[in-house]
């Protein structure tokens, strides 16, 4: 781990030296910086000349990276070897957009044979329902697809969803469901006619409290609709119907079959929901949920986009996958862009790391990547189970540019606090329209070169500004970030920079040696709400919390 690599001492003497420079002395001392620190991969340009560091500290990130044995650790993932210790799974999210299909055979079982299997039945699906061939249960076409699932089984989908809606299909009215909160449920079914909507569940484990919860009530929805009806099943009482009432089980199992699919790896539980096992496409344990968006979990993106999208997607995954592979460490992306988090983090101290997509389409990406980094790497002990005694995953957070210019950044420029930011744009945009893309862009540009360069005193007296108001006007500038380039935002190019993402949050959880698979840390919350929640509904008498819980639970319950 971090502290016990004998380049920490290096690099900790190396920031010594360099704490005080500011980004206005490192570039004027070397002219070639912006050249010098930044690295072109395929459509994708990143610079992180604008990060307070120079070769000699680059030189000992990348002995770090080495000496924490990040080659082989690669090489371990890819080939399938079970590196999520803590609950001793393979992590093979590579191995769903393994376009090659190379063989990757897993407790003797090809498992790249089984996802083109999956994808093949994901592709037939998803193109009888855009082309109306699958309807619903009373002959209607399927109008509304809605995702019923939460965390890794909701933001992947959500935010690619959003960020490809360029490439959808617009006829189909795609929506999701995730907060337990009803409110997310009625709104979001608000003026649908059930006969025109498939719910596709999606969840690994299918015991999930929230998504579970939507489902069932998403099927009473359906089953309290005029479907019943079509199917000759008689409501026993009217408006008053309770759907446990409805007599013939085999007719409701039809209608369910026309309206929900599951997306698990749970067989037993998908059945006992009622959904068959036919209607299920399954996938595997060695998938996380947060790097679950390449598996049957990607089915509402596939339909919204079509497969060849979808298809597009997987190959711009793979491609950053093979480069994390195999190109060297110095002119490895998603590795230079784990080292430079690492050296703002764990050097620096600074304590969050900000995404600003310049992309509308990209609105949801800094929620995905919230939990992709923080439940990732947020730990505070090593995969061997000792504490660790450094700064572990950054807290992330951010909104697309320009919104957050108008809202944050005064703290970006002028705070106590230093945040380091990823700036990601485009350089072609979907919408052209009169110079909406110039004018973008030159914010982008301009506000990475207003935080690193910032303003001084002497520069804003030179421009006659009244003495009283300089220091409110000086810029202290000296404020990492990275820009990430991008020709164009497409399905393969997205595929691309959620790789960048992913892999970046392995070279950083390997240099830290902590497990970056496991999520441990959201359990206690939900033990206890299932506790709680049977002494609100009355079936366990006794409170015994700390008093402002049991405070807060009987006022709720006054
Ligand atoms: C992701 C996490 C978590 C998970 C959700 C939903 O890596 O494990 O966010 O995806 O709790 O779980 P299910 O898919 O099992 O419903």
């Not at 090659?100 to 498992?111: D, K, M, Q, R």
């Not at 299909?169 to 079914?189: C, P, Y």
């Not at 540009?445 to 006659?464: D, V």
């Not at 497990?515 to 359990?523: A, K, M, P």
């Amino acid at each position: 781990m971090l502290t016990r690599l004998s380049s920490h001492p290096k690099l900790l003497e190396y920031f010594s030296k360099v704490k005080d420079k500011s980004l206005r002395d490192l570039f004027a001392s070397d002219p070639a910086r912006g050249e010098k620190f930044s690295l072109q991969f395929e459509s994708i340009f990143l610079d992180f000349s604008k990060n307070r560091i120079e070769s000699e500290g680059f030189e000992s990130l990348l002995a770090l990276a080495n000496e924490a044995g990040l080659k082989q650790k690669i090489k371990a993932m890819f080939l399938g070897t079970k590196i999520n210790l803590s609950e001793n799974r393979a992590v093979l999210h590579v191995a769903l957009r393994n376009a090659a299909h190379e063989s990757i055979v897993l407790g003797g079982v090809n498992i790249d044979e089984e996802i083109s299997n999956v994808l093949t039945r994901m592709k037939n699906f998803s193109e009888s329902l855009r082309n109306g061939e699958f309807t619903g249960f009373t002959g209607k076409k399927i109008k509304n697809v809605i995702n019923i699932g939460i965390g890794g089984s909701d933001l992947g989908p959500v935010m690619a969803y959003e960020a490809l809606k360029f490439y959808s299909d617009r006829e189909l009215n795609i929506k999701f469901i995730s907060n337990i909160d009803g409110t997310d449920f009625a709104e979001t079914v608000r003026g649908l006619i059930p006969e025109e909507t498939l719910f596709i569940v999606a969840s690994k484990t299918f015991t999930t409290q929230e998504t579970m919860t939507n489902a069932q009530t998403a099927k009473n929805w359906i089953l309290h609709s005029v479907i019943p009806a079509e199917a000759g099943i008689q409501l026993t009482d009217g408006n008053t119907w309770l759907p446990e009432r409805v007599g013939d089980d085999d007719k409701k199992n039809e209608i369910v079959a026309k309206h929900f699919i599951a997306l698990s790896t749970n067989l037993e539980e998908v059945e006992k929901f009622g959904i068959k096992g036919e209607n299920m496409f399954p996938f595997w344990d060695f998938v996380g949920g947060r790097y679950s968006l390449c598996s049957a979990i990607g089915l509402l993106l596939m339909i919204a986009i079509g497969y060849e999208n979808f298809e597009e997607m997987l190959k711009g995954f793979h491609s950053v996958d093979a480069h994390f592979e195999t190109a060297p460490l110095n002119e490895n992306l998603p590795v230079i862009m784990g080292l430079i988090s690492i050296w703002n983090n764990n050097y620096f101290n600074f304590s969050t790391q900000a995404i600003i997509p310049y992309d509308q389409y990209l609105l949801r990406l800094p929620a995905y990547l919230q939990q992709l980094i923080m439940e990732s790497n947020g730990k505070s002990v090593t995969e061997n189970g000792e504490p660790v005694d450094f700064q572990t995953s950054p807290i992330i957070w951010g909104e697309p540019g320009t919104n957050g210019q108008h809202a944050f950044f005064q703290l970006m420029h002028q705070g106590t606090k230093i945040v380091p930011a990823d700036f990601i744009g485009f350089k072609e945009t979907l919408n052209p329209i009169g110079d909406h893309h110039q004018k973008l862009m030159a914010n982008y540009f301009a506000q990475t070169e207003a935080l690193a360069f910032g303003k001084t005193a002497e520069e804003l007296k030179a421009e006659g500004v009244e003495e009283k108001l300089i220091p409110h006007k000086v810029m202290p500038g000296n404020r990492p970030t990275n820009s990430i380039l991008i020709d164009k935002l497409t399905p393969y190019s997205l595929g691309q920079l959620i790789a960048l993402y992913e892999h970046s949050v392995f070279v950083q959880g390997v240099i830290w040696g902590i497990d970056s698979f496991d999520q441990w840390g959201v359990e206690l919350g939900k033990i206890l709400a299932k506790k709680i929640l049977g002494e609100i509904e009355g079936e366990s008498a006794e409170m015994k919390h700390d008093s402002s819980t049991n405070q807060l639970i009987k006022k709720f319950l006054e």
